[in-house]
């Protein structure tokens, strides 16, 4: 079993910079791989970043690549997004996700509650 915590989140003008945090408990955690996912409202649920097991093979939306990167610290069991020249289309609530394949896009086992994060023009 494994329970995702995410922090960070919050408001920020349009240009500026968050820190997404993502605390897992379970000790297989470094065995999934680990993503962030997003949704604003009305809209569907999508993958904005995504890497494996051991930290490599970053993936990123197209809409995210260049201003966001994913990493994860497994001393820690955390997972973090470092989000910089946010925009206002960056509002959403963003969720970790976990998944025991080697991308989560293949699939998620488990989620985070969220984190709203709110950019403002």
């Known amino acids: 079993q494994v329970q995702l915590v995410e922090s960070g989140g919050g408001l920020v003008q349009a240009g500026g910079s968050l820190r997404l945090s993502c605390a897992a408990s379970?000790?297989?955690?470094?065995?999934?791989?680990v993503g962030w996912f997003r949704q604003a409202p009305g809209k569907e649920r999508e993958c904005v970043a995504a890497?494996?097991?051991?930290?490599?093979?970053?993936y990123y939306a197209d809409s995210v690549k260049g201003r966001f990167t994913i990493s994860r610290d497994s001393a820690k069991n955390t997972v973090y997004l470092q989000m910089n020249s946010l925009k206002p289309e960056d509002t959403a609530v963003y969720y970790c996700?976990?998944?025991?394949?080697?991308?989560?896009?293949?699939?998620?086992?488990?989620w985070g509650q969220g984190t709203q994060v709110t950019v403002s023009s």
């Open positions: 996700a976990a998944g025991p394949y080697r991308t989560v896009l293949l699939g998620v086992n488990y």
């Open positions: 890497i494996n097991r051991i930290g490599s093979s970053p």
């Open positions: 379970g000790r297989t955690f470094s065995t999934y791989s």
